[in-house]
């Protein structure tokens, strides 16, 4: 009895292994979590809108990117706060479930948490901020089914000023494909030759035939076309491989550590480089496609495919006349296979547009219809959530002074402008940042989808309670000491 109390004495800890770490309390394990997702937001909400900025992100195998992508930049970035994660993955969901959004997602809910630092710091309790933001967030949609544009619902993918209208880019009609095959000699037909791939978005009459093989999966890397390309297949995957006995390696200093590493990447372009030598310009993985072997397939101008089907390999090798080789390593002529053509074509899509076409106006004058309406909503409520549903509705501000921050023109301005505007009813005022101005967007001809709309604010308000709900950070040490890609926050990681 005596030892049971002398451990329950030293807290968590002693229920913990060496080398745990436990955050708990107001300080610790919210503020602290909401300064970290504050810091993720930041990042991402200059890269809002037509007008956003670049950002330049070196990985760890110095690949250089530049864009303003939402969803690359975070996953390049690698993070490893538990709380920015949950940001992290709402804005992958959006961009899986959606396609686009994901920079609204992230700003958004990092604008929420940001505001709700305010009131916990005066005194209010998290669980009152989270009853507020849901209330809040549910209102929301409410208002937004009311902001749906009449006669949107209906829309002929076909037509491309209706398409434009809403995406500002082109999507093909084509979404049903149908790959045929036949032999010179009929009677060597297979009937496994007819493959029938369907995309979601269109109908019988959007159908076209392809001779060759459709794959419905994009190319991994940045290259998307080869032409006369020959073709390497190797089944067991593209990856280093683990030797079959175990060793130990003694290092004894940072200089035989560094040789060590560039040992490795040396093996690895070494392989690389044979396969780029035999001629092939496209690899075919069956399997995983290590970071590293990717990165010297970019350098050496090779496109990688994956296919994790051993039957739809198999098809691929028949059709292409390759053969499968077990490991990476150099082909010889005869493995190789060719074909005429190897490209990335998006033929149809499985994106919001076609699953439902509604559009709400853009150019921020829905987040202010609803910054409008929500604090209206606010001051009919009676208890201490009101303040938390007033913030979110001042979180909608951030839409408008970022696109006007980063079109170079005055936030204060411009949200005074919008405000005026919507309290005289103009529910379709929003800004104009070529001529710096608040308009009506049938003038601008600029619409958002609602579906794109409705799910960012819904991901990043159960972000934003996610973060508030947690009160504890419990963090393990892994095993064998901290690794390079260890993740704390457990089930969040990333890969």
Not at 431 to 457: M, P, R
Not at 468 to 477: E, Y
């Given at each position: ?398 839409v408008p002074r970022t696109l ?56 990043s308000a159960d972000a934003a ?31």
């Open positions: 009895m005596v030892g049971l109390g002398s451990m329950a004495g030293n807290g968590i800890q002693s229920m913990l292994k060496e080398g745990h770490r436990h955050l708990s309390g107001l300080e610790e394990a919210v503020l602290k979590s909401i300064d970290a997702c504050r810091e993720l937001s930041a990042i991402t909400r200059t890269s809002l809108g037509p007008n956003g900025m670049n950002k330049m992100v070196i990985n760890l195998l110095d690949k250089l990117f530049v864009t303003n992508d939402a969803a690359t930049i975070v996953n390049e970035l690698e993070v490893q706060h538990p709380a920015a994660k949950i940001l992290v993955l709402a804005g992958r969901a959006q961009q899986e479930e959606i396609g686009d959004g994901a920079s609204l997602t992230i700003s958004f809910a990092g604008e929420l948490l940001e505001k709700a630092e305010e009131l916990i710091r005066m005194g209010l309790h998290p669980s009152e901020m989270i009853i507020g933001y849901t209330k809040a967030i549910n209102k929301t949609i409410e208002i937004l089914e009311d902001l749906v544009e009449k006669g949107s619902e209906n829309m002929d993918v076909r037509n491309k000023e209706e398409v434009v209208l809403r995406m500002r880019s082109a999507v093909a009609s084509s979404s049903l494909a149908c790959i045929q095959v036949c032999p010179k000699n009929p009677a060597n037909f297979n009937v496994d030759n007819v493959r029938v791939a369907k995309l979601l978005g269109g109908g019988l009459h959007n159908s076209s035939v392809v001779r060759g093989m459709v794959l419905k999966n994009d190319a991994v890397g940045s290259i998307k076309r080869v032409e006369k390309a020959k073709i390497a297949v190797f089944a067991g995957g593209v990856d280093t491989s683990a030797t079959e006995t175990k060793g130990t390696v003694l290092i004894h200093s940072a200089e035989q550590l560094e040789n060590y590493a560039k040992t490795e990447e040396a093996k690895v372009e070494e392989l690389i480089k044979a396969v780029a030598d035999s001629g092939a310009k496209v690899i075919v993985s069956g399997a995983a496609v290590g970071d590293m072997p990717l990165h010297f397939c970019e350098r050496y101008k090779l496109m990688v495919l994956k296919i994790s089907s051993k039957f739809e390999l198999r098809r691929f090798c028949r059709t292409t006349g390759a053969i499968a080789i077990l490991k990476l390593s150099q082909p010889n002529a005869d493995e190789l296979g060719y074909a005429d053509s190897v490209s990335v074509e998006e033929i149809g899509g499985t994106r919001s547009m076609c699953r439902d076409s509604r559009i709400i106006p853009g150019a921020a004058a829905t987040e202010m219809e609803l910054a409008k309406r929500l604090k209206e909503f606010s001051l009919k409520e009676t208890g201490l959530d009101q303040y938390a549903i007033a913030k979110f509705a001042e979180s909608f501000e951030m006007a921050e980063n079109a170079g023109l005055s936030a204060m301005e411009i949200i005074s402008s919008l405000y005026a505007e919507h309290a005289s009813g103009n529910v379709k005022v929003g800004i104009d940042l070529e001529e710096g101005a608040c308009k009506d967007i049938w003038t601008l001809k600029i619409w958002d989808l609602y579906v794109t709309k409705f799910f960012a604010l819904k991901y309670c996610t973060v508030l709900r947690v009160d504890q950070i419990i963090m393990a040490k892994p095993a064998g000491g901290p690794r390079r890609d260890a993740q704390p926050g457990g089930g969040m990681d990333e890969d």
